[in-house]
């Protein structure tokens, strides 16, 4: 893709994720108490899932009618041009009255991911990076912490009922077991632009939709950090394991997650 039309995206994403971000905090902060469903185990669905979705689907392909969507609730196809869309990241959160979500839109050209936007309403903040543009939260260039010692770190571990309990247990015990410190919010997206503003040193997950991590790990990628080949295989469509992190940190956080 050239690079006009990859700026036509970028531009587009964060307007979308900013309108997409608007209606996300109306529908949280007019939602009745406990209204949602289940998915499955501790998976949630509400209300909002599908209106932000379908928001955003609706501009895109108002936008660029060539381009493919696929999203966490409405599905959808891949191809050159891909839209990788979860309209609430932290949907349990949500659901829940927990204001920890954001709005995820992520946009890949040839298996590459090149524009990227998560819109934090509740916190205010807005985080954007386009392949080879910088990351910035709030318009701000951010960059990924100066930690190079694991014994100082601070590492988000993400969990979803996809895996066994114990896998995840086991994962934290070795994680923690070098020094790090561990945290579980719910929101991996969230935690991919913690990481990507320095505020977490890292961010692993034995298995995630590409849907979740589409805009984070290009965040991550352009505020200096490192990310894993999720797209490797059948990630785009069937999920993969994530870490992103520091570079400083990739050695021992691979071993012990056993994500290379
Ligand atoms: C969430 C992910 C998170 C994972 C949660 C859930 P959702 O996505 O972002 O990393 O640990 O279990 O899958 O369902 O809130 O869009």
Redesign the pocket.
């Known amino acids: 893709m050239n690079e006009s039309e990859a700026k036509r995206r970028y531009d587009a994403a964060c307007a979308i994720g900013r309108e997409a971000g608007e209606l996300a905090r109306r529908m949280f902060e007019a939602r009745e108490a406990n209204t949602f469903v289940m998915k499955g185990h501790q998976?949630y669905l509400t209300e909002a899932d599908g209106a932000v979705e379908r928001l955003i689907t609706g501009r895109i392909n108002e936008l660029f009618p060539d381009d493919f969507v696929l999203g966490?609730e409405g599905g959808g196809a891949i191809g050159e041009n891909t839209w990788i869309i979860?309209p609430?990241?932290?949907?349990?959160n949500f659901a829940r009255g927990i204001p920890h979500f954001c709005v995820s839109i992520g946009f890949v050209s040839g298996g590459i991911r090149t524009a990227g936007i998560i819109a934090n309403p509740m916190a205010d903040e807005f985080y954007a990076a386009r392949r080879g543009g910088g990351a910035t939260l709030n318009g701000k260039p951010m960059k990924i912490s100066g930690i190079t010692d694991i014994r100082q770190s601070t590492v988000e571990l993400?969990?979803?009922s996809r895996l066994p309990m114990s896998d995840y247990i086991a994962m934290v015990q070795r994680v923690t077991d070098t020094g790090a410190g561990f945290l579980r919010r719910?929101?991996?997206?969230l935690a991919l632009a913690d990481v990507a503003a320095g505020r977490i040193d890292g961010y692993a997950?034995l298995h995630?939709n590409s849907w979740?991590i589409a805009a984070g790990l290009l965040l991550v990628e352009e505020a200096g950090g490192w990310g894993n080949d999720f797209f490797a295989g059948e990630g785009m469509t069937r999920g993969n394991p994530v870490l992103a992190c520091v570079p400083a940190l990739r050695a021992v956080l691979s071993k012990t997650t056993d994500i290379a």
Do not use: N, V
């Not at 609430?88 to 349990?92: F, L, S």
């Not at 719910?186 to 997206?189: D, F, H, I, T």
């Open positions: 998976d966490e979860d609430i990241d932290g949907t349990a993400g969990w979803s719910g929101s991996g997206a997950e995630i979740d």
